[in-house]
């Protein structure tokens, strides 16, 4: 069974930088797409950005793009997403979940997402 586990959220000062990763075991990742998400405290869960399977399709939300980058590293079972001039606003528990799905499409709406990581908290506060 595929399972996830994100790291890499912490504390930056606006205009920073942070990389998550999203770890899988369990099952060959390229059969997955893999989309980023993210809640702050009293709004809905938010997709931030997505990567297909084959990695050849990629989408970010309006407010990150130009910012943010999602990559994956299939050798190494891990999605990654760089967060570039990061703004207050930013702030939330950021979740990667997967779909099954090795095509070249993936979506921003979660609640086609089948599994779902732990998340891993990014403040981004000076």
């Known amino acids: 069974q595929l399972q996830l586990v994100e790291s890499g959220g912490g504390l930056v000062q606006p205009g920073g930088s942070l990389r998550l990763s999203c770890a899988a075991s369990?099952?060959?990742?390229?059969?997955?797409?893999i989309g980023w998400f993210r809640q702050a405290p009293g709004k809905e869960r938010e997709g931030v950005s997505c990567?297909?399977?084959?990695?050849?399709?990629?989408n970010y939300a309006d407010s990150v793009k130009g910012r943010f980058t999602v990559s994956r590293d299939n050798a190494k079972n891990t999605v990654y997403l760089q967060m570039n001039s990061l703004k207050p606003e930013d702030s939330a528990v950021y979740y990667c979940?997967?779909?099954?799905?090795?095509?070249?499409?993936?979506?921003?709406?979660?609640?086609?997402?089948?599994?779902w990581g732990q998340g891993t908290l990014v403040t981004v506060s000076s």
């Open positions: 979940a997967a779909k099954i799905y090795g095509g070249n499409y993936c979506t921003l709406r979660y609640q086609y997402l089948e599994i």
């Open positions: 990567i297909s399977g084959s990695g050849r399709g990629t």
């Open positions: 369990g099952s060959t990742l390229d059969y997955y797409s």
